[in-house]
Every structure is written in structure tokens, then in C-alpha cells.
């Protein structure tokens, strides 16, 4: 059994309530949600938050009845791991067969398409890992042009290697971590304290359905994207 799961907590700074505010045509969370109820290898859905009005919209659409998140996982402070395993803990119960994977998807990065879900899925059957996280190219690569300065001020190279690295192409191969899709096995999630304690490994998505919408310019510009995509 596959089990999808959005994370969707009421507050944010950047963007006042950006999970339910709505972008063309419908709250920023029905994109993924959406995509959830319509793939045809995901057999339930959850959504975890502490916002009354999402919590009522997603068991409307027919996520699972878990309540709403604890206090402790609502705050700025809190990571998607702790989220991740509330929300497999509760949602277990409720269910006829053992969760064999656990998908989640970030609503705020509404850009994905459903082959980006199955190819994500078939990645994690074939390749067995502790969990599957979407990533994309990086931009910037440290080994070549990101900088950071030293005590007196001055730049240097972030991860220098001997000899220095004068062109982008000899440097080593770096991602972006991309919050957008994961798929993740639930022993690994139940036993594990973070992301980085097993075998971890990306599927790379391209970049431009990876944006993720964390200021008031970011949902601008996937806004447009969508808008785009939507009229061909």
C-alpha cells in the first residue's frame, strides 16, 4: 500500500496562509492533492496540518480523519520528519494493508507532473533505497562559484579542492535539493531521527518544476508557470 501525504501547517512568514490561498483558480494545496487522489498507485491520502479550514477541505476531497497535527509539529521550528512520522503513525491504523511506501508530496511546489510521481515511485521499486528525495541540478556549485568569506572578510571558495577548479565542467557533480517529491520507506521513517541516516537518493526533476514558492516573488512566478502551462 502507498500511502500520500502533504504537509500543509498553517502559518508562514513569507507568504501569509500560502498553502490555502489560491492560485489559478484553486488553493495552492488541490494541486497536489489533485495528483494524489488521481495517480492510480496511491491507494490513501493524509494531509497534516493545524489549520481547521485545510484539515475540513482535505477530508472533504477524502483524506484520512487524523486530526489535527499536535501542537509540538505546528511551529517554525518543526522539520518534515517529525511530521512525516506522526502522520505514518496515525494514519496506519485507519488502514486495511501495511503501508509499503510513503509518498510525499510538498504543496508548495505545485510544478511536478504525475510522470514525475510514478517515475519517482518506480525509482524507489527498483533501487530499493531508504527513501527517494527529488532533486534537480544546481545552479550555483561550490566547488566553483559559491563563495563564503573567512575571519578578516575576504572570499574564498566554498569547498576548495588542490589545485582549484577553473571552469564549471571539472568541478564534481552537486544537486539542489528539491522539495517537491518523496518517497520514503516506512521502516526507515519509524526507526530513523532525520533525512540523512540511510541510503538516500535523488530523482532528478528539471528545474523548472522544481520552483518552490517561499516569497510573495515566488508565487508570482508560479503562478505565470502554471498560467503558461495551462494554456499550452
Known sequence: MILGHIGARKG?????????????????????????????????????????????????????????????LATDGAGKWGVWQHALEVSQPLLDAPIEAFLDLDCTSPLRLAEDITNALVLFDEQDPDMVMSCCEARKNPYFNLVEPDASGALHVSKPLPGGVVARQQAPVVYEHAASTYVVSPDYLRRSKGLWEGRVIPFLMPPERCVDIDSEFDFRLVEFLLKEAQNG
Do not use: M
Not at 28 to 49: E, K, R, Y
Open 12 to 72: 508562514s512568514k513569507g507568504v501569509p496562509r500560502k498553502n490555502f490561498r489560491e492560485i489559478c483558480g484553486k488553493p495552492l494545496i488541490d494541486w497536489s492533492l489533485d495528483q494524489l487522489f488521481a495517480h492510480p498507485a496511491v491507494d490513501a491520502v493524509v494531509v497534516s496540518t493545524d489549520d481547521e479550514e485545510i484539515y475540513e477541505h482535505a477530508i472533504a476531497r477524502g483524506a484520512l480523519k487524523i486530526g489535527l497535527r499536535p501542537d509540538h
